[in-house]
């Protein structure tokens, strides 16, 4: 048996983490010692091992709740993880295309940029100019307004 630290260094998880888990529902409510502290047998730290790598590949709380239980019935067909994952892979691909842009923007922007005086800066001129185009469009007001 292990303790919230125990699991938390093993997994490499906070110890907040693991709780909030347990609130949620992602990780059942572990054995309690006499004294009350929380004490995980093996099965709760292959269950949180595969909540951390499902939450590094950009997984959300809910599509890993739908996962876990699915994994508790290995007899089903596994269309249904199936979906779940191709959809994340979908919402990666679609970041890795705003990244993309994002990065073709930021390196137009220093090309252009001749280095000169901050008058003549073509990286605030870009940012002046889409933070104007937004406001004028009535789209990201808030987040104009705010990084003003």
Known sequence: MLTIGALARDTGTKVQTIRYYEQIGLMPAPARTAGGQRRYAPSDLDRLAFIRHARELGFGLDAIR?????????????????????????????????LDALRAELRRMLEDCRGDRIADCRVLE???????????????????????
């Open 66 to 98: 739908d996962l876990l239980g699915l994994a508790d019935d290995p007899e089903r067909p596994c269309a249904e993880v199936d979906r779940i994952a191709q959809r994340q892979l979908g919402e990666v691909e679609r970041r890795i295309a705003r």
């Open 126 to 148: 870009v940012l002046r100019d889409r933070s104007r185009c937004l406001t004028e469009h009535g789209e990201e007001r808030e987040t104009v307004t705010r990084g003003s």
